[in-house]
C-alpha cells in the first residue's frame, strides 16, 4: 500500500510540475538574430513581430533560453557612457531586451549585445512582462 501511495504522490507532483512548466512560457520572446527580429508569443500565439538590432561585429548576443531577472521602466548603461535603455528587460547579466532611438538601424546588427527595439515596442514588451511576470515569461535567443 505505501508502494502505491508513493507512486500517486509522485505522479502527481510530476503532474504539478508539467503544469508549472506550461505556465512558465506563456509569454515567450523569441529573438532570431539572422533575421534580427522578435516574436512575442502569448500562450503559443504571436501577438507580434518586430524589427530588433542585436550585437554588431566584435560584440556577441548570446545564443541560449532565459526567464528575465529585473526589470527598469528606464536604465543607463555604466559600461557604456550611460546610454539610455529605456523598457529594459534583463535576462542574462548585463543583457537585456530595451528600448532605442536609433531607429534607423533596426533590423540590422549595431548593438554591444542588448536586444534594441523601437522605445514604442520595448514598452508594449515590458507591460507584458510585468502583466504575466517574470517568471511566467522566457526570452530566447536563436542564431
Same mark, same amino acid.
Given at each position: ?86 523598457? @529594459? /528587460?534583463?535576462?542574462? &547579466?548585463?543583457? #537585456?531586451? $530595451? !528600448?532605442?532611438? @536609433? /531607429?534607423?538601424?533596426? &533590423?540590422?546588427? #549595431?548593438? $554591444? !549585445? ?30
Amino acid at each position: 500500500m505505501k508502494k502505491v501511495v508513493l507512486v500517486a504522490a509522485a505522479l502527481l507532483a510530476s503532474a504539478f510540475s508539467f503544469s508549472t512548466e506550461g505556465r512558465a512560457d506563456s509569454l515567450v520572446a523569441r529573438i532570431n538574430v539572422s533575421e534580427q527580429t522578435m516574436q512575442v508569443i502569448r500562450y503559443g500565439r504571436v501577438l507580434y513581430t518586430w524589427r530588433v538590432s542585436t550585437a554588431r561585429r566584435g560584440y556577441v548576443t548570446p545564443a541560449g533560453s532565459w526567464r528575465p531577472k529585473r526589470m527598469h521602466r528606464m536604465w543607463y548603461s555604466r559600461k557604456y557612457d550611460m546610454s539610455p535603455m529605456p523598457y @529594459a /528587460v534583463f535576462y542574462n &547579466g548585463g543583457y #537585456a531586451v $530595451h !528600448g532605442t532611438n @536609433a /531607429v534607423g538601424r533596426l &533590423g540590422t546588427p #549595431a548593438s $554591444h !549585445g542588448c536586444v534594441r527595439l523601437d522605445t514604442n515596442n520595448a514598452a508594449k514588451f515590458y507591460a507584458l512582462v510585468q502583466e504575466i511576470g517574470p517568471g511566467n515569461t522566457r526570452i530566447v535567443v536563436e542564431r
